[in-house]
């Protein structure tokens, strides 16, 4: 069964940090991009950031980047994403999801797994 756990949400002050993991059974972990994408009330899903663990590829799209950076521990099949300077606008659900690796690089479309949802709120 392919599983894709995230965890580490919670509640902190603008300003403040999160770290997010994305942990990946079931599947080979080498094969796989990984990305996350977070969803707040009453607006579409994102992806804001992905990663290549095998070659170590990431992208950032324009409003985390800078603040937010994503890594993997391929030893341990896990994906993280560490948020600095948080915003209330950060405020939404956080998920990551997973695409098998066909090219270069990592995608925000055409996700072939998708884990449960961690929230992250980030108070004024």
């Known amino acids: 069964e392919v599983q894709l756990q995230a965890s580490g949400g919670g509640l902190v002050q603008a300003g403040g940090s999160l770290r997010l993991s994305c942990k990946v059974s079931?599947?080979?972990?080498?094969?796989?991009?990984i990305t996350w994408f977070r969803q707040a009330p009453g607006k579409e899903r994102e992806g804001i950031s992905c990663?290549?663990?095998?070659?170590?590829?990431?992208h950032y799209k324009d409003t985390v980047k800078g603040r937010f950076t994503i890594s993997s521990d391929n030893a341990k099949n896990t994906v993280y994403l560490q948020m600095n300077s948080l915003k209330p606008e950060d405020t939404a659900t956080y998920y990551c999801?997973?695409?098998?690796?066909?090219?270069?690089?990592?995608?925000?479309?055409?996700?072939?797994?998708w884990g449960e949802g961690t929230q992250v709120t980030v108070s004024s």
């Open positions: 079931g599947i080979t972990f080498d094969d796989y991009a």
């Open positions: 990663i290549s663990p095998t070659d170590g590829y990431r």
């Open positions: 999801a997973a695409q098998v690796i066909v090219t270069a690089g990592c995608q925000y479309y055409g996700m072939d797994y």
